[in-house]
């Protein structure tokens, strides 16, 4: 899911990461920022944002990421456990405002529904300031282009240890890796994640309804921007 080859569940090494923290506190110049960090997971962008003296709240559906997350941010940001992956989700989320939002390390992918999405967007728009931002992974840039390529024809990567299974219909699929892949079984197991694979197409007509900006590409720090607007 992005240029780095470990599979989804560690998506950016660290030169990756710091390029995303970059392009993030480059956008947080006027002073200390308040932060929704969703997916933030144990912290990868989080803690580098307390170190700069941002309050970050992180949002994850796995309580498990909880002492990760508090021994990267050094305890100074609060971790929630919640899922924003349905519309009962989103409803669920931190009050703001905020100055930026983030949806980093491909968190997006996580959301199937188009009908979720803009309600996600519209959630998120409610809570952010006026001229707060909203920040996600580069994804339908980096993704498509590798489909495009080729590099998945064949559903198993070259040296067999990640295995793409694509939904039917769907611009969905599961990644398995390592002793997961199995080139004899193309089914859906039960307790497999699905992942979507957004257009920007998609992703500005809900920034649009959600009455963001159609959002600026970035992709020195594989990221795309939309801004909160002040009408």
């Known amino acids: 899911m992005s240029r780095h080859s470990d599979s989804d569940q560690s998506p950016y090494d660290e030169a990756e990461t710091l390029a995303q923290v970059q392009g993030v506190k480059s956008r947080l110049m006027c002073g200390p920022a308040r932060v929704l960090d969703l997916g933030c997971g144990s912290g990868r962008i989080a803690g580098h944002l307390c170190l ?15 002492p990760a997350f508090e021994k990267s941010t050094d305890a100074k940001a609060t971790f929630v456990v919640g899922d924003f992956s349905s519309a009962a989700g989103c409803s669920l989320l931190p009050a703001g405002p905020f100055d930026a939002i983030l949806l980093l390390g491909n968190t997006l992918a996580l959301i199937r529904e188009p009908s979720t999405l ?49 939904i039917a ?18 089914e859906l197991r039960p307790d497999e994640r ?9 992703l500005n007509d809900a920034a649009v309804l959600a009455g963001l900006t159609v959002g600026g590409h970035d992709p020195g720090a594989s990221m795309v921007v939309h801004l909160h607007e002040t009408s």
């Open 52 to 66: 700069a003296g941002h309050e970050v709240i992180g949002v994850d559906r796995m309580a498990n990421h909880r």
């Open 169 to 186: 219909g769907e611009p969905e699929f599961v990644l398995r890796t390592g002793d997961e892949v199995d080139p004899e079984s193309e």
């Open 194 to 202: 699905v992942l979507r694979i957004w257009s920007m197409a998609e």
């Open 118 to 166: 803009r309600e996600l967007f519209q959630a998120l728009a409610g809570r952010l300031n006026t001229d707060g931002i909203l920040l996600y992974d580069d994804f339908p840039f980096t993704s498509w282009a590798e489909l495009s390529a080729g590099n998945w024809g064949e559903g198993i990567s070259e040296d067999g240890s990640m295995q793409m299974i694509w």
